[in-house]
């Protein structure tokens, strides 16, 4: 129903509007071409819609002011890292203490227990460790995971993400598992490593995990960085049902899912995890990721944890655990992330997915809006019920007019995803803005 030379014409209008605009921005992405890799410090950066990326002056609350002077609405909040919102005043105020008393040193301090003990509050595991990125607390749990079965393999979802966990980049090509498109670099073939299951099928999961060599199950309880998939229901009650039959671990990662409330998926449906990973917005935008385990995992782990060789046993790092980025977490925890937060910011992802949808029934377009907690996604197909379908609805051209677009109409969405994110921060006008600039892309599209 789309006109391809339609959206390459409105591309095109944008893109001339867009460098009109941003002349600083254009400056310094090209003195950046000079010592930056593809211009930027890290590469999915060039993944933003426009010519160049737009640089940064600073961000507060839910708004981004660019180095031109132009200001955002921020619907991409850093990816989930600033859910909070940005510049937290009781984050900022408690790094700028700690960094007057010492940022890392190797010695633990009491923020570590206080964080921990909320962290088990919220998510009900009773005993947790800390990491830089949830990267690598889902490495340092594969690990474990792999010590205490003794088994090789672990098992994710079909177009799952976890960060640049090396076993995670793997899909399935009808029944083999293949390297996700677009990995560099593999150290071995993922097919060695790694068993991938459909997301929604039970039937799949209970004939994969029966052969008995895999360790554990990563997985997020919704699909997220594929686009919002959601589970059916009793999936994830049969998918716990499976693992624990099949001695396999189950470990929920909650980095992109804490969007469902105070303790994630997790604590808002019930989940009963052995492991249960969760990073970015936990210390308000300071590197930081933590994992729980039950008591029983606790206790198979004590001895090896408190051998003389853990330092190099694969888990841990020089900066992790530091004395700056927990006193960030203690200050972001007690304040943020909070029930009366959530109380604010799922309305607005509620009001978002309602003008999308109103927008998407006026033109009587195919297309579809999920929402999750205080996070929603609109995709142009009917849900996807898995992570292949998903993926196979992509529609990169469309999706980066849009996103160009809306930045150039002041409303910044995450740069591979149709995704909204919502802080306390935010209001009312903030959502009201994005459904008029979505209507306005969608009538030209059409019309």
């Given at each position: ?327 960030a977490a203690r200050a972001a925890l007690s304040s943020s992330l909070r029930e009366e937060d959530f109380a604010l910011a799922v309305p607005l992802a509620e009001r978002f997915t309602d003008g999308v949808a109103s927008v998407i029934a006026e033109h009587g377009l195919p297309w579809t809006v999920q929402r999750l907690g205080c996070r929603a996604e609109y995709w142009f197909c009917p849900p996807p019920r898995n992570g ?5 609805a992509v529609d990169e051209e469309l999706e980066g007019l849009l996103h160009l677009l809306a930045l150039n109409r002041g409303v910044l969405l995450t740069p591979f995803h149709n995704m909204a994110l919502f802080s306390p921060q935010h209001s009312t006008d903030d959502v009201d803005l994005h459904t008029a600039v979505f209507g306005e892309a969608v009538a030209a599209l059409v019309g």
């Amino acid at each position: 129903m789309i006109d391809r030379e339609r959206i390459a014409v409105l591309r095109a209008d944008e893109e001339r509007r867009f460098v009109e605009t941003h002349p600083k921005s254009q400056a310094l992405a090209e003195e950046a071409g000079e010592s930056l890799l593809a211009g930027v410090p890290m590469p999915w950066m060039t993944r933003w819609a426009g010519s160049f990326p737009v640089f940064l002056e600073s961000a507060s609350g839910a708004r981004l002011v660019d180095v031109d002077g132009l200001e955002y609405v921020d619907l991409c909040l850093g990816d989930t890292g600033a859910m909070t919102g940005h510049a937290l005043p009781a984050v900022a105020d408690a790094v700028a203490r700690r960094a007057r008393q010492g940022i890392t040193t190797m010695l633990p301090t009491d923020d570590a227990i206080w964080v921990a003990q909320e962290l088990a509050r919220r998510f009900g595991l009773p005993q947790w460790q800390f990491a830089m990125t949830a990267t690598d607390a889902n490495r340092f749990v594969l690990r474990f995971a792999r010590h205490l079965t003794g088994r090789p393999r672990v098992a994710v979802m079909d177009w799952c993400y976890h960060g640049t966990v090396d076993e995670a980049f793997a899909t399935l090509d009808g029944d083999r598992v293949v390297p996700r498109p677009g990995l560099l670099g593999a150290p071995v073939d993922v097919a060695q490593t790694t068993a991938v299951l459909p997301f929604n099928d039970l039937e799949a999961a209970e004939r994969r995990l029966a052969a008995g060599d895999v360790a554990c199950l990563l997985m997020e309880p919704a699909l997220t960085n594929i686009g919002i998939v959601l589970p059916e229901d009793g999936y994830l009650a049969g998918i716990r049902e499976i693992t624990r039959r099949h001695g396999v671990l189950l470990v929920i990662d909650e980095t992109h899912t804490l969007c469902a409330g105070p303790g994630g998926a997790t604590s808002a449906w019930g989940l009963e995890p052995d492991l249960l990973v969760v990073g970015k917005p936990i210390a308000g935008g300071v590197p930081l990721a933590a994992y729980g385990m039950t008591a029983e995992v606790a206790d198979r782990l004590r001895e090896p944890m408190l051998g003389h060789e853990i330092d190099v046993a694969g888990v841990g790092g020089t900066l992790t655990a530091n004395a700056l980025a927990l006193a960030a977490a203690r200050a972001a925890l007690s304040s943020s992330l909070r029930e009366e937060d959530f109380a604010l910011a799922v309305p607005l992802a509620e009001r978002f997915t309602d003008g999308v949808a109103s927008v998407i029934a006026e033109h009587g377009l195919p297309w579809t809006v999920q929402r999750l907690g205080c996070r929603a996604e609109y995709w142009f197909c009917p849900p996807p019920r898995n992570g292949a379908e998903a993926a196979a609805a992509v529609d990169e051209e469309l999706e980066g007019l849009l996103h160009l677009l809306a930045l150039n109409r002041g409303v910044l969405l995450t740069p591979f995803h149709n995704m909204a994110l919502f802080s306390p921060q935010h209001s009312t006008d903030d959502v009201d803005l994005h459904t008029a600039v979505f209507g306005e892309a969608v009538a030209a599209l059409v019309g």
